[in-house]
C-alpha cells in the first residue's frame, strides 16, 4: 500500500522552514526521500534506516520513527532551488521502493 | 553513483502497438526497476527486473502486458505491449546497489499513445 504524506502542497517564502510528514501501513526498513523537479527525474537526497543512521544531504534533515511507521522531512531557510515535488520512499524489507504520494514545495522570493 | 541512460526519451504511438525501452547502466548493479509516473503523480512500481530469471511484477501489471528482460548486470528492457491511450506516461528505469544505498534513474521515456 502506498505511503500517504503530507501536506500535498506548501508554499513557502525563501528562508522559511517546511516538514514533510510520510506515513506508512507497514513496519518499514528504511525511509528514503527524493526531490524531482518538473521534467526531471527523482535525485535522492536522504536514507533513514531502521536503528537510527542516517545517510544523505547536509543541509536536509529528517526523522524516523520506527514503531509509529513515519518519517518527516526537515527543510530549514528554504531556497528557490528546494522548488519541486518530495517523494518518501518506503523499504519493507522487500527490497524494493514503494514511493508515497508526494508532496509539491514552492519557494518564492 | 550510477549513470543510466534509457531509450527512448520521448514517442508518440498507434494504439495496438508496442515500444521497446532501454536502461543501459555504466556499471554492473544487482537491483533494476521499472516505475510509471503518470503526469502529477507519484512513481508507481512496475516491476523488478532480475538478472537471469523472470521479472518480478507489482499487483496489477502482468508479464504478458508489459515483459521485461534483463540479459545482464547492465543493461534491460521494457516493452509496453498492445499499447492504448492508458498507457500514455512517463516510464523510468531504476538502479540500486544495494537495499540501503540510494535509487538512481534514467530520465525517463515520456510515451503518448493516440
Known amino acids: 500500500q502506498q505511503p500517504v504524506q503530507s501536506p500535498q502542497a506548501v508554499i513557502l517564502r525563501e528562508g522559511e522552514d517546511a516538514v514533510i510528514n510520510c506515513s506508512s501501513s507497514k513496519a518499514l526498513y528504511s525511509v528514503h526521500w527524493y526531490r524531482q523537479k518538473h521534467g526531471e527525474a527523482p535525485v535522492f537526497l536522504m536514507i533513514?534506516?531502521?536503528?537510527?543512521e542516517q545517510k544523505g544531504h547536509e543541509k536536509i534533515s529528517a526523522s524516523f520513527n520506527e514503531k509509529k511507521q513515519q518519517s518527516s522531512l526537515y527543510l530549514t531557510a528554504s531556497q528557490l532551488s528546494y522548488s519541486g515535488t518530495y517523494f518518501c520512499g518506503t523499504d519493507d524489507n522487500t527490497d524494493k521502493l514503494i514511493f508515497g504520494t508526494g508532496t509539491r514545495l514552492q519557494v518564492f522570493p | 553513483s550510477a549513470v543510466i541512460s534509457q531509450k527512448p526519451s520521448r514517442d508518440i504511438c498507434q494504439r495496438g502497438t508496442s515500444l521497446t525501452i532501454q536502461c543501459q547502466v555504466d556499471?554492473?548493479?544487482?537491483?533494476m526497476f521499472w516505475y510509471r509516473q503518470q503526469p502529477g503523480q507519484s512513481l508507481t512500481l512496475i516491476a523488478t527486473?532480475?538478472?537471469?530469471?523472470?521479472?518480478?511484477?507489482e499487483s496489477g501489471f502482468v508479464i504478458d502486458k508489459f515483459p521485461i528482460s534483463r540479459p545482464n548486470l547492465t543493461f534491460s528492457t521494457l516493452t509496453v505491449s498492445n499499447m492504448s491511450p492508458e498507457d500514455s506516461s512517463i516510464y523510468l528505469c531504476s538502479v540500486q546497489r544495494g537495499m540501503n544505498t540510494e535509487a538512481f534513474f534514467g530520465q525517463g521515456t515520456r510515451l503518448t499513445v493516440v
Open positions: 527486473a532480475n538478472q537471469g530469471s523472470e521479472a518480478t511484477y
Open positions: 556499471s554492473q548493479v544487482t537491483m
Open positions: 533513514l534506516l531502521k536503528g537510527g
